[in-house]
């Protein structure tokens, strides 16, 4: 779907992106980064709109250098920003967006009909935009980025301002885009966390660079932290500090877990796969304690960004 | 057309597989010139409000009757009195009515191009198969349409009217067809000028005040100083001032080439090689005004 090659864009003071090579094949993609770390620059790229200041990219086969229309034609477009005139309903609005798209009069209406209803607009379509909630603004994004079809849609950080219900209803949303009308997504989120859950595959972005790209399942595997807590004993009054102790010696990482609710008795470390918790268990049982709890944590997109302790406990403190 | 798809996975095309409920489409994509279309003549009708609140409707079809009333009132004398001509030339209507001018394209510069820059749509636009220039050519084009029809009207109202009071067909029709290629100018130099300023000045206020300003402080000062120049015996000034406001350009343009009377200080237009010279300013500042255009949204696109 989209394929990118030393892609570089260089503004006068920063450089939003840094020889990024990356493959995006069918289905939901998440592209996740801190803000500033170069998404949207991506996006416009892509688009056509902005030129790339070095390297080259394909979007469905056609360069964006040279095809920007042609991408444009095939392809959705939800910014980030507000984009609706508040004085025209969703209903003129997303028809006017169907007709600029190419799409004859007839068909416009039609799909424009179709498409507020797939993403949950209905009475309320024929009212001035002005007095709609944030959450009914976003559907009405989102609904101009699919009216004429796309086989492919960007959508620039479409659960910004809404309310975990939002959130959720717009994350179950963009699942169906996929699953539901057949068109691949490349979603941005500066939180790894809910994209995590509604993607395939998440490409991890930071200054511009390329962090990490792979399908979610493996990157759950592989970057999960684990919480433990123990009791003390007789033999071991500190059991917290002996079992760190223990998986020091064992080469495994692990940080306290301050900020967390029963700080200074939990400890974190990333588990790399089934054998994380096999020892985890082992030393446990070996010191004698007992276990209070053994869970996984959801973490936040800083963790990939750092391996610093100080950053790490932040970043968990905030993904609980 | 919108097709129902099956549930299942059409063939040759592994990666899209439909829920019913999701019609698919596969009717033709009209494309870059479509959507220009589209775009101007939604432009358009917003210029007079069409497809727009009720409240959006009454300053220009208020303008539009405003600017027709005059000529439906000389038709109606030259009728009933039996007159062998209009009390006003064709060329000489849009100068005297151009304070109606000049408050339509106030009004309606900024709503055609603040509205996008202000609620962000633009990018919307440009995330879409057409190209700046496009989006640019189609606004301009809406707006000069626009305006051509304010300043047109009346003038047909007039050589109707002139037909039906019997005047001398060949005169009547000469005169409207020069009226008519001297607010076809009027109305893109207008147009260009009111777009440029509405489009740096986002906020509606601001952008009618200055328009109103660029329109109307610059003809004030022009012919003022005309009559100074004109006081003082050099008429050769006279000409030359002339350049340096929109609505005596035309004038200039029109006597010189369009068979007009010139309403500058004296009545004495510039003289054919002076007239080139305002011709050449004209279409500068039309080609200067969509080139400005084109380079602030190349800008605001991304
Ligand atoms: N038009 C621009 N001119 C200068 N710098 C820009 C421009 N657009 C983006 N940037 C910079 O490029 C970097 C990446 O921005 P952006 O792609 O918007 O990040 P993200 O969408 O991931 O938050 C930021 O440092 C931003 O300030
Ligand atoms: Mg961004």
Redesign the interface.
């Known amino acids: 779907m989209i394929a990118t090659e030393s892609l570089s864009k260089r503004f006068p003071r920063v450089t939003a992106l840094d020889r990024l090579s990356v493959d995006v094949g069918p289905g939901v993609t998440g592209l996740v980064g801190a803000n500033g770390a170069g998404k949207s620059t991506l996006i416009k790229i892509l688009l056509g709109l902005s030129p790339a200041t070095e390297g080259r990219a394909e979007v469905l086969g056609l360069d964006v250098a040279t095809k920007g229309p042609e991408i444009r034609e095939r392809v959705g477009y939800m910014p980030e920003h507000d984009c609706l005139p508040p004085d025209v309903s969703a209903t003129e609005f997303v028809v006017h967006m169907a007709r600029m798209s190419g799409l004859p009069p007839t068909a416009a209406r039609e799909r424009t009909a179709d498409t507020l209803r797939h993403v949950g607009l209905y009475e309320e379509r024929y009212r001035p935009i002005g007095g709609y909630s944030t959450g009914m603004k976003q559907r009405v994004k989102l609904a101009q980025a699919l009216v004429h079809d796309p086989q492919l849609v960007f959508l620039d950080e479409p659960t910004n301002g809404l309310d975990p219900v939002g959130r959720d209803e717009m994350l179950g949303l963009i699942r169906r885009i996929h699953t539901d009308f057949g068109i691949s997504v490349l979603v941005t989120s500066h939180l790894l966390g809910e994209l995590e859950r509604t993607c395939d595959h998440v490409v991890v972005v930071d200054g511009g660079k390329l962090l990490r790209s792979s399908s979610t399942t493996d990157f759950t595997q592989t970057t999960t932290t684990l919480a433990i807590e123990v009791t003390d004993t007789d033999e071991h009054p500190d059991g917290t500090r002996a079992v760190r102790d223990a998986l020091d010696a064992r080469g495994v990482s692990v940080q306290d877990g301050s900020g967390l609710p029963g700080a200074g008795h939990v400890l974190l470390l990333t588990a790399a796969g089934e054998e994380t918790y096999d020892l985890v268990r082992d030393v446990i049982a070996d010191l004698g304690l007992g276990l209070v709890r053994m869970e996984q944590r959801r973490h936040h997109i800083s963790e990939v960004f750092t391996d610093s302790d100080a950053e790490r406990k932040e970043a968990v403190g905030h993904g609980g | ?2 097709v129902e798809q099956p549930a299942a996975t059409v063939p040759g095309d592994q ?5 019913i ?5 596969d ?6 010139a ?2 220009r279309r ?2 101007y003549s ?1 432009s358009l009708r917003g210029a007079y409000g069409l ?3 009720v409240k ?1 409707k009454v300053l220009p079809m208020l303008l539009f009757v405003v600017m027709c009333l005059p000529a439906a009132i000389m038709v109606a004398v030259a009728v009933a009195t039996k007159a062998n001509d209009l009390p006003l030339d064709y060329t000489r209507y849009a100068i005297v009515l151009q304070a109606v001018i000049s408050l339509y394209v106030a009004s309606q510069a900024p709503q055609s191009v603040s ?2 820059l202000r ?3 633009v ?9 700046t220039s496009d989006y640019v050519r189609a606004k301009y084009a809406s707006l000069a349409s626009a305006l051509f029809i304010l300043t047109a009207a009346p003038l047909l109202v007039l050589y109707v009217g002139a037909l039906l009071a019997k005047l001398d067909f060949a005169d009547q029709t000469k005169g409207f067809a020069q009226g008519l290629v001297s607010v076809a100018l009027l109305s893109l130099l207008f147009a260009g000028l009111g777009l440029v300023v509405a489009a740096v000045t986002p906020r509606r206020g601001f952008g009618i005040a200055a328009v109103i300003a660029v329109l109307t402080i610059t003809y004030g000062a022009v012919s003022t100083l005309q009559a100074i120049a004109d006081v003082q015996g050099s008429s050769g000034a006279v000409a030359w001032i002339g350049l340096f406001s929109p609505i005596t350009l035309i004038d200039g343009v029109q006597s010189a080439f369009l068979g007009a009377t010139s309403a500058f200080p004296g009545g004495v237009g510039p003289s054919n090689g002076e007239g080139a010279v305002y011709v050449l300013v004209t279409l500068g500042l039309i080609a200067g005004a969509y080139g400005l255009l084109v380079r602030r949204y190349k800008k605001v ?2």
């Open positions: 057309m919108a990666t899209r597989i439909h829920n409920g999701y019609r698919s489409y009717g033709p994509r009209l494309g870059r479509y959507a589209s775009l939604q497809g727009r609140s959006s509205r996008d609620f962000k749509t990018p919307l636009y440009f995330s879409r198969p057409i190209e696109g991304l």
